[in-house]
């Protein structure tokens, strides 16, 4: 079988191609494409649009690489009719028995609805846009989102505002993908709700993530840990509900005066956002206690959880975070919000613990217990390390993925046969 890739970022092939570095999330795809890869009986072509590149085509290890190059300074959420028909060329000379478009966010999902495709294409949900929109700036007042703008950044279009446009403008065409599409792949009761409550007839395929070799290998020792810190990752946006574990914080304050947060993967310090977390933390005086990591590297980001008492993901909405799911694989105790598809990773009390996503009070209640209760902190590691061992096994990944691919596949030829018939 011929599955052809459309991925939002660039694989690391691409990247040496190019001699790019591409920071950020997107890490499950590396682990799914080499895992994948290593199956009988499945070729691989993967196709990335990407800003500042030219066009690009080349094959290694066996994988066929496509990279359509934009203008630099082109945003990932924007539309293009001759990225979309220079899709549509790859697909006509590549010939693939299936077309996986790898999120909803960007115009890829478009080739669902081509009439011009022989081969079917599916759809796997990571987060989604109509989902984001009315969550887009958190818990931010009106004076914080005005005041994260310089005016010179506000005239060329950057800024959370600006963002905010271009993602309600891709949610509307997200929407359209989705009712578009016959096929999706998804991992949470809350990907599957969503597809289905804008295309109740598509088809939905149980497809779980793979996650990077390191969190698999190594495994988190509460007697290694540095007592009452918190890692939090990804807080480059509202989204993140940073302001909401600053304020648990504060709370726990008077009873662990040691409390103290790793924030990785955090905000540019320059950005807007940055500087309305600077402001904040100042705020609440906590220079001292929060530790800007900025991006790190796998190795670092696993020696940094190691070294941390609790995960938290403090998220508004969010499907399934996979720095949740490697901290799960680490072992780690973990807490997250109930919010989006994070119920579906953790059965509160048994793999983590979960709390109302604004609700400062009962993140720092659930803080404190693991902080309180060695025994109740190893419980909730061992579990979620499980679990999350069951869910991410790669062999077991494949299996479902390959599976899916086989299924829409013949559901595609016989809906064809019956067409013709008619």
């Not at 600006?162 to 096929?183: C, N, P, Q």
């Not at 390191?214 to 007592?227: G, I, K, T």
């Not at 780690?332 to 009070?361: E, H, K, R």
């Amino acid at each position: 079988m011929k599955a052809l890739w459309f991925t939002n970022i660039p694989m690391p092939a691409m990247d040496r191609r190019m001699g790019t570095t591409t920071q950020g999330s997107g890490y499950w795809m590396v682990s799914l494409l080499n895992a994948l890869s290593q199956a009988d009986g499945i070729t691989l072509g993967v196709v990335t649009a990407w800003p500042g590149a030219g066009d690009l085509r080349f094959e290694e290890d066996g994988i066929a690489y496509f990279v359509i190059g934009q203008p630099r300074g082109t945003s990932h959420l924007d539309d293009r009719a001759k990225d979309l028909k220079k899709c549509l060329e790859i697909i006509g000379d590549w010939q693939p028995d299936i077309v996986h478009v790898h999120g909803t966010e960007r115009f890829y999902g478009r080739l669902a609805g081509e009439a011009s495709l022989t081969a079917p294409v599916a759809i796997s949900i990571q987060g989604l846009l109509t989902q984001i929109v009315p969550r887009f700036f958190g818990n931010m007042a009106l004076f914080d989102i005005v005041n994260s703008h310089r005016p010179s950044q506000f005239i060329r279009g950057y800024g959370l505002l600006h963002e905010y446009l271009r993602v309600k403008k891709a949610s509307r065409r997200e929407a359209a993908i989705i009712r578009s599409a016959g096929a999706f792949l998804g991992r949470t009761r809350w990907d599957h709700a969503h597809v289905a409550a804008l295309n109740p007839g598509a088809q939905y395929y149980q497809v779980n993530e793979t996650m990077r070799s390191d969190f698999h290998e190594s495994q988190w020792d509460l007697s290694h840990v540095e007592r009452h810190s918190i890692i939090f990752t990804n807080a480059r946006n509202p989204l993140r509900n940073i302001e909401t574990v600053l304020e648990a914080m504060r709370i726990l304050d008077g009873r662990y005066k040691d409390v103290s947060l790793r924030l990785a993967g955090s905000s540019d310090p320059g950005s807007g956002y940055g500087k309305h977390l600077r402001r904040l933390i100042g705020k609440h005086s906590m220079e001292g206690r929060v530790r800007m990591l900025g991006y790190i590297d796998e190795r670092t980001m696993v020696d940094s959880m190691l070294r941390s008492h609790v995960f938290c993901n403090a998220s508004l909405v969010e499907n399934s975070p996979n720095s949740l799911c490697e901290a799960q694989l680490l072992g780690m105790p973990c807490v997250g919000s109930f919010t989006g598809g994070i119920p579906s990773l953790i059965n509160d009390g048994s793999t983590g613990l979960l709390f109302p996503a604004t609700d400062a009070s009962l993140l720092a209640d659930s803080l404190s217990r693991i902080f309180a209760d060695d025994s109740l902190a190893r419980s909730l590691g061992r579990a979620a390390r499980q679990a999350a061992k069951e869910r991410h096994d790669p062999d077991a990944v494949v299996r479902q993925l390959l599976s899916a691919y086989i299924e829409i596949k013949q559901d595609h030829a016989d809906s064809s046969r019956a067409h013709h018939a008619a």
